[in-house]
């Protein structure tokens, strides 16, 4: 979608949205607009900066420097924050509903680097522009070159409550200070956000929710800023817990992505599904219920959007979904495929499975990369001096480099390990910043809040505290994942839930909340027990299992054993005292360790005798990966 208009001068850029519809995630809900008995009032909030994909530029000056627009993370001594570089002179308009309370906060600055080579400075102004003329409501003009004040993040404010029950055009322009020259005026609006009131719109308003399930792939969940993580990595998924409840303690089924997102869909553990060969070989067996084919059965129109062949379509995860769209896409052309395929299906009962591969592992230079606008951050932890991505020979680089630190047992320095974490959160912040562009337009189509929305990681990353690299074992920073569910309307947003749980509860989950039946087969348990204000926890600590091919974990309260370990031992941890998995007290409470043995010894039963039961109905072999395919998953670390 573009736009065009004539207003304005030189390098003009215009950006129309129309806003009446389209509310961003910085947290609370859009109004409510329909009659019906009070809520409770919240503000709502409009991100600006997440909608600028339809900005249109036109340039018609003298040419000292191209006028531009382009959204950056910019840091002036503190944190990092979202910007819009507008390079004067632009105007970005956005056609807005004014509501009551409405006013609009930001930032303004200089990028630090013009603080000394900016001619004098740029004019920001807010302007309200109808089509009798423009009424300024706000001009400031800095000047960082002369006025050293000036070299910081000043925060600003409109009142914006006289227009409110109108729709009005607002208009943040950039001009040139007094001297008419904006060569160098790198000029900037940070976070620009209108925010009104609102009421919360309650559940019971839409007849049946869209259900969205995200995975996150590789996502750790200590690296999360919710999880007390020390860099900034998840802003814009901090808000999103506002209106969201947030399983603290739930664990990955796997340590890789095929055998964990399979047992997503299933609600079963790796080895009774199968599907975890590393050559693609083992298909879904037929006959088991997929969470797609139940909704799909209920009349849901159902699409999936896979970025990695690791579940692809034949394998089985296509089972169940009108459309399986398999493209090797970053996150962002992963947005756009959705937006088309939900906007066009609106008036639909959608269930949509959105894959994000952006976290995972590399196979160019590095083994973490960014995009523009997320390469820089944190530049100080990390720079190709302290670790180039490469072998000493240059002949492995990136996941190819370290799979082959994993083979020879090869311990990076410490400050190359930082480095590496360092390129691996820098993908995270543009994840998250990804998610949040994908949420605002959700909300822009009124398809966000009544929907019911899982987001949920397949495994997470280790960065050898424990001897290895990628994800190779099942230590907890490989399986302690992030679970995230938003109920339709926000209820019980905002609530933490301790409780341990399993990747394998979220198809029980979803299909309980929408009040579908849950197959028998199905080994997950429903998580709606735990959600609501005064929900009781289990009696009893329930047991918690992961599977790799040649090891696998138990968990039970504060213990954890885990078997099959690269050193070819047996481990036993207390997790309330060693959080990290450094202590192995398996000689000290030998007894706990058999206790522990003998139950994941009678699951592995009990979980064969099921495989073996659903295997005799088809299994389905494939053909496996292709050459391309395979050499993907090589170059990835998957395949030695």
């Avoid at 990353?461 to 990628?470: A, D, N, S, V």
Wanted: glycine share 8%.
């Amino acid at each position: 979608m573009s736009f065009t208009a004539g207003h304005g001068s030189r390098g003009t850029l215009f950006l129309f949205l129309l806003l009446a519809l389209a509310t961003a995630g910085c947290g609370g809900s859009e109004p409510a607009t329909e009659a019906g008995p009070p809520k409770a009032r919240v503000e709502t909030c409009r991100d600006l900066i997440l909608l600028l994909d339809h900005a249109v530029l036109e340039h018609d000056g003298p040419g000292k420097s191209e006028a531009r627009i382009e959204e950056r993370l910019v840091s002036m001594g503190g944190p990092e924050r979202a910007a819009i570089f507008a390079h004067p002179v632009s105007e970005i308009s956005y056609t807005l509903a004014i509501h009551p309370g409405a006013r609009l906060e930001f930032l303004i600055g200089m990028h630090p680097d013009c603080w000394e080579t900016a001619t004098d400075g740029a004019t920001f102004e807010v302007l309200v522009r109808t089509t009798l003329g423009s009424e300024t409501l706000f001009s400031r003009h800095l000047d960082p070159v002369h006025r050293p004040k000036h070299q910081e993040w000043k925060r600003c404010e409109v009142d914006l409550q006289q227009f409110a029950g109108t729709t009005r055009e607002i208009v943040l322009r950039t001009g040139p200070g007094p001297a008419d020259d904006p060569a160098f005026d790198w000029a900037l609006w940070g976070e620009p956000r209108l925010i009104s009131e609102g009421r919360r719109v309650p559940a019971e308003t839409s007849a049946r929710p869209h259900v969205i399930l995200i995975s996150l792939d590789t996502l750790r969940l200590d690296h999360l800023d919710a999880s007390g993580h020390q860099r900034l990595t998840t802003p814009h998924l901090n808000r999103l817990l506002e209106e969201s409840l947030f399983f603290t303690n739930a664990h990955a089924p796997s340590h890789w992505t095929m055998p964990s997102h399979m047992s997503v869909f299933t609600s079963l553990p790796p080895d009774i599904h199968q599907v975890f060969q590393i050559d693609g070989t083992a298909r879904l067996a037929e006959g088991i219920p997929t969470l797609a084919g139940q909704l799909r059965k209920a009349g849901y129109l159902t699409a999936g959007f896979a970025s990695c062949g690791f579940i692809k379509g034949d394998l089985g995860f296509d089972r169940g979904f009108d459309r399986y769209f398999l493209r090797y896409n970053n996150a962002r052309r992963q947005n756009r495929l959705i937006r088309d395929w939900a906007w066009s299906n609106r008036d639909r009962d959608q269930f949509i499975f959105l894959h994000y591969f952006d976290a995972h592992s590399d196979h160019l230079k590095l083994p973490y990369t960014a995009p523009h606008g997320f390469e820089d951050l944190w530049s100080d932890l990390e720079s190709e001096e302290i670790f180039g991505g490469c072998s000493p020979d240059g002949e492995l680089c990136a996941s190819s480099y370290l799979t082959q630190l994993n083979t020879d047992n090869v311990q990076l320095k410490l400050a190359e390990r930082q480095a590496i974490g360092v390129m691996y959160d820098r993908g995270i912040r543009q994840l998250d910043y990804s998610l949040a562009k994908l949420v605002a337009w959700l909300k822009a189509q009124g398809l966000w809040d009544s929907s019911l929305v899982v987001l949920f990681s397949d495994h997470g990353e280790e960065f050898q505290e424990h001897g290895k690299m990628l994800h190779q074992q099942l230590y907890n920073e490989l399986i302690a994942v992030p679970l995230i569910i938003k109920l339709p309307g926000g209820n019980h947003g905002g609530r933490r839930i301790d409780t341990p749980v399993e990747a394998i509860d979220v198809a029980p989950t979803i299909l309980s909340l929408l009040e579908l039946p849950v197959p028998e087969i199905m080994q997950g348990r429903s998580l709606a027990p735990l959600i609501g204000e005064g929900a009781a926890t289990p009696d009893k600590d329930p047991l918690i299992f992961s599977w790799a091919r040649n090891s696998s974990s138990i968990t039970q309260g504060e213990w954890k054993l885990v078997t099959g370990t690269f050193g070819g031992r047996e481990a036993l941890f207390n997790l309330s005292t060693d959080p990290g998995e450094r202590h192995n007290l398996i000689r000290r409470e030998n007894h706990i360790a058999r206790q522990l043995h003998q139950l994941l010894k009678e699951q592995r039963h009990r979980n064969r005798a099921i495989a073996d039961r659903m295997s005799a109905s088809g299994p389905a072999p494939t053909d496996g990966f292709s050459d391309e395919e395979r050499k993907k998953l090589e170059l990835l670390g998957y395949v030695e």
